[in-house]
């Protein structure tokens, strides 16, 4: 059944923290699986001030072919029946990763 979000949060415009969100039951604890693909060196090189990226310059060195099917490979070793969120520097290579992921059923 769909709720409405009315029914799950009292004010819509609150601002809740995620661990909070976590104490109320509406999100479980991440759990974080790190792969080392050998591209360290190179995004540390495209290290900005302010710890800030070129998004578009990250996306060039993790949106590869070799790395995206070591995304999938690891989900599902590790999350296959689970919930998960993937995170990715630009919203084309999330197009790109569900594609592999359709592919790889």
């Given at each position: 059944m769909i709720k409405k979000l009315k029914e799950i949060f009292p004010e819509i415009t609150a601002q809740i923290t995620i661990k909070e969100l976590i104490k109320a039951g509406l999100l479980v604890k991440p759990e974080v699986f790190i792969r080392?693909?050998?591209?360290?060196?190179?995004i540390y090189n495209l290290y900005?001030?302010?710890q800030e990226y070129d998004l578009n310059k990250v996306a060039?060195?993790?949106?590869?072919?070799?790395?995206?099917?070591?995304?999938i490979s690891y989900w599902k070793k590790y999350a296959q029946n689970r919930?998960?969120?993937?995170?990715?520097?630009?919203?084309n290579m999330l197009t790109i990763l569900q594609k592999h992921?359709?592919?790889?059923?």
């Open positions: 080392d693909v050998g591209i360290k060196e190179k900005q001030k302010n060039a060195i993790i949106n590869t072919t070799v790395i995206n099917s070591e995304v919930q998960t969120v993937i995170f990715a520097p630009i919203l992921f359709k592919s790889r059923n």
